[in-house]
């Protein structure tokens, strides 16, 4: 977090998903994985608003059928129960049944309506979850959810695949001299098993908000942080980021575009941002870290098309893995989009704390110090620059390179 | 070669780019290269129908506005100039320059005009041609010009970059009992050299056909050969595809959509197809060739679509390097795509002389036997066939894995 700027008004807090009042969370292994913790519960003491979005893959996974259905009866939720090991996908009907068992099993558990509890799976595709495991596991965390540390930290690793680490954070701002928090748990890129499924992102907060700001201030924000991400282009079929406000934080309520919102809008951006990164500083077989900015598109959306072009490219990437200063692919990439642009007007630069060094300027290639170049893609993290002078609009995105290791983590036979 | 039905009326002859009549051609080094061939030629002794496509990469290569000049002013070709070795891309209005230069020592040589001499480079971006080297290459090469078999090789390793064999095809039809040929040879997707251009193909043929049906008989069939193929899904700013038809073959004029303008556009196919699965097979690290069918489609469109985004997924391509049966990344990655098809219809086969096997039907995984999954898997080619009961429509395209030999191959340094 470099950008002081916009943490004036925001305090970091030690990472934990029930840092906003009235949460308890918990996590266990219920057996559907060999050894670790697969089975994950956040829990809301009072009902909380909801907002969902999911994967835009039609092939959805049975447990997003649910959690849909919730999403669009603008149900309030009060659980969500998340497990491990098995992505509960490509299993049809059988598979919608043993979701409505998960979320049954909790409902029952917590003596709270089967409505109010949202189910999700991430692993395996293709096979049918161990439900009787499932069931002995929710039954046995219920009574172990709790606010404290270690409960949050068991929740947090109970929903990771092959993750290599947790990725949580906290912050509080002041809304009319009320603290208000926001956490979030995420899941990241961990393919490799082959076929799990690839992002959760689960967030608490306890603000109190009007449900159509909620929405607003969480859609919003998910354009610029988890879909400017990217690890190897694909959307899986079970990715999916929901947000609980419980409200009981009491501030005043926040119902309007005012100057609160921003403060809650800006806030739980940096939370899906900072969770967003984290998932490509964990992706396969990643040994680099590139942030891309597009700058002076026409419009905002090619601008996001542009970064996306970049970080998706396979010769893009590998060029980095190469440490090679490679803006010709950059170029190319950006080219091959259906974006209008003129590449006599493009700007390319390579930044990082070695420095910056710019290679490519209005069409034409610039001689640039080989060395220097080196020094900046010989560190972990890159920033690619880019200025195409066609309009006002800009974007940034994040990725990471094409290495060996991912060929050889999505190689490996399932099994 | 196994459809002996489409060659009912076609004769498969020694592959030579001046089989058809009229034509000459060569290559040799010139020096843009250390050692190999760097420059070709292939001459039409009288001015022949041309028609061509071009990289829809907005960053496209200097040479290629050239040549895109000479196409919308309908131009009979009678020369078409390729260096290899350097792309001349990205280098402005000196590139443009060089290029004219390129056309204009050619025409000279031949005594054409110098709107008749189509000129194309292959190579690194963003460098200027020696092209001090090349106008005296050219002036060595015109005499040599030759319609022997010597030449022709010349001319089809002249065009070529890291490619590991040469690509070339030569078919002979008859049209009212007038032999006529089709000859063609490509370049592909040598990228050893990072940003090196990817595809060029050239194609010549002594038919006597009106303008518009050359262009008809081209356009359409590119649309399932060249643009039905992938490597790694990037479009470069150098690809083209010509056909320069020089009447020759004296057989009636084709000047209607009859059955005689079928055959030929049926044989042009097969020649713009098998240059296409040849530029595949010599693909970047590519260790297995992969055939991909989506049949049951709502419209042609939506087939090539799914097509190409099985053949596009980094997922599905490393699994097949892992030689894994793994039809969730196939059905994920057809998902992803913005096609709306219900997964619950869907069947995935994976096919070749080893067999067939089942592997998805109606939406539920089918158990199936590992081991003979992995006899079809070790085979070097592989058919994946998938019906998606939608509709009446079907698309093939060809792609390959990616391995562990891609990434080492595109992070190399430029140098």
Known sequence: ???????????????????????????????VKKYKKDLSIIYSKTPALCSAVYTKNVVKAPPLWWCEKLTKNNEKIQAIVINSGNANACTGQKGYEDALVMAKTAADMLSIPQNSVMVTSTGVIGVFLPIEKIKEGIKNLVPLLNDDDESADNCARGILTTDTFKKEITLEIEIKNTKVTISGIAKGSGMIHPNMATMLNFITTDVNIEKELLDEAFKSNIDDSF?????????????????????????????KKDEDFEKFKKALFIVTRELAKDIVKDGEGASKFIECTVKGAKTKKDARV????ILNSSLVKTAFFGEDANWGRVISAMG?????FDPDKVTIDFKNEKGIIRLYENGTPVIFDE?????????????????????DFEATGWGCDLSYDYVKINAEYRS
Not at 306 to 309: C, D, M, P, Q, T
């Open 306 to 309: 542009l970064v996306k072009a």
């Open 227 to 255: 879909n400017m991400i990217t690890v190897d282009g694909e959307t899986s079929t079970n990715d999916m980021a929901v947000i609980l406000a419980n409200g009981m934080a009491n501030n005043p309520i926040i119902n």
């Open 371 to 391: 060395d220097f170049a080196l020094k900046i893609l010989k560190e972990k993290e890159i920033k690619i620059l880019i200025q195409i002078n066609e309009g």
């Open 1 to 31: 977090m470099n950008d002081t700027k916009e943490n004036n008004d925001i305090k970091y807090l030690t990472p934990k998903i029930t840092a906003p009042k009235g949460f308890l969370s918990g996590g266990l292994h219920s057996g």
């Open 336 to 340: 091959a989009t259906e974006i209008d």
